[in-house]
């Protein structure tokens, strides 16, 4: 609410009007649609938010945790859960985890590094880019939908020809 981020974590009877129907194939539908799905409250696959409400919340993170004078984290916590994490007796890393984010430059050649976010179910994004401090947010109904891939090579190319 602070935010003023349309963002839901358990919508809820009330607001479940307002939650897309999940089309694809059904071996990626699944349950989905379904009000237990939906009321889970697992933040990272049954949360419900617009693009915007999406892109105001990484907008935030990426800004040092702070935006329209609404602190969220503060900056030395961003920084320690974009921090690479290793798996406890494996060699190696947990496949460009941080403390809750994707470490997105690591899963999208070509973003600056310490962008970071989340994917979601179908291909949808919210990312977080502290160099450029933007916040992005895709989200889609559609599974299997190729994600935000050429959407997020778009916004890299005009921010690339802003700054000439």
Known sequence: ???????LFRPGRQYSHRCAEMTGPEDMVGGSNSPAWRN?????????????GLARVYAALARGGELDR??????????????????????GTAGGFGLGY?????????????????T???GCIGLADPTARLGFGYVMNHMGSNGAAHLLGA??????????
């Open 102 to 118: 994707q470490l997105l430059w690591k899963l999208y050649p070509g973003l600056p590094m310490r962008t970071f976010g989340h």
């Open 120 to 122: 979601g179910i179908g």
């Open 70 to 91: 609404v602190r969220v984290l503060r900056p030395e916590t961003i920084d320690s859960a974009i921090q690479e994490q290793r798996l406890a007796g494996v060699d």
């Open 40 to 52: 889970a409250s697992d933040g990272s696959a049954t949360s419900f938010a617009t693009a915007d």
């Open 1 to 7: 609410r602070p935010l003023k981020a349309d963002f």
């Open 155 to 164: 916004l890299y190319r005009s921010l690339g020809a802003l700054s000439r």
